[in-house]
């Protein structure tokens, strides 16, 4: 299967292990758009708000590129600042564009609550619970 892998840039520490796992079991693993720079957001966001809005836009249409050309979202949700199973705004798009290609779609960790709980929860997403 091919997978493309989507997260908060605060949890692209956690990539690697599951990367060559997920490779170890014959899988075919696609990268966040930014994971080679993560910090790029910060730099361009500094420059300038229209510069920051194209690199954003630029960014929704490579991800949905990336899950047309991939069998499976895998969402990897974890504790940020407090809060449990976080889901960003741009994974949930991600999410949503999964969800309306048709792919598979897996979260690494529960559902988390909040706002957006309904709504993931209509994506039915398969929770594997960190079992790969």
Known sequence: M???ICCSKHFYDKIPPIKEKLESMG???????????????????HKSKGAHN???????????????D????????????????????ATFIEMYKAFELGKGLFLYNPIPEGMLKDEIESFDPVLINGDL
């Open 2 to 4: 091919k997978i493309f």
């Open 54 to 68: 194209k690199w954003k836009a630029d960014m929704f249409r490579l991800s949905e590129q990336r899950i047309k």
């Open 70 to 89: 991939n069998d499976a979202v895998l969402v990897l949700n974890f504790e940020k600042k407090g809060q449990q199973n976080y889901v960003g705004g």
């Open 27 to 45: 899988h075919v693993v696609t990268l966040p758009n930014s994971y080679s720079n993560p910090m790029l957001e910060y730099e361009i966001k």
